[in-house]
């Protein structure tokens, strides 16, 4: 079983920064992938970038070019930072964990808040 907790969201205007921290505990093996989603209202949730313990980092298609994803085994977080933020980035942002041998995520976090204004 892991545990996590989002933290770093917040208000920001548009062209701006976020680190969003993920912060798990629990089986590092079920933490073997953490992966960053986020869900707009009305919207469906999307996977924007995931990173293995190995350390092997993918960003998805929504983020591609506007952000990095880091990962320190040694104090069990990732973070994300996210650049150049427009208003569509405005949604609910989760981070979530699986095992190496699953496929779908199945610890999740409680989510943290970023709003980007005009």
């Known amino acids: 079983q892991v545990h996590l907790a989002e933290s770093g969201g917040g208000s920001v205007q548009a062209g701006g920064s976020l680190t969003l921290s993920c912060a798990f505990s629990?089986?590092?093996?079920?933490?073997?992938?953490v992966a960053w989603f986020r869900q707009a209202p009305g919207q469906e949730r999307e996977r924007i970038a995931q990173?293995?313990?190995?350390?092997?980092?993918y960003i998805d298609y929504w983020l591609k070019g506007r952000g990095t994803i880091s990962r320190d085994n040694a104090k069990n977080t990732v973070e994300l930072r996210m650049n150049g933020l427009t208003t569509a980035d405005t949604a609910m942002y989760l981070c979530?964990?699986?095992?190496?041998?699953?496929?779908?995520?199945?610890?999740w976090g409680q989510g943290t808040q970023v709003t980007v204004a005009s």
């Open positions: 979530a964990a699986r095992a190496s041998d699953v496929i779908m995520f199945r610890y």
């Open positions: 990173i293995s313990e190995r350390g092997d980092g």
């Open positions: 629990g089986s590092t093996a079920d933490a073997f992938y």
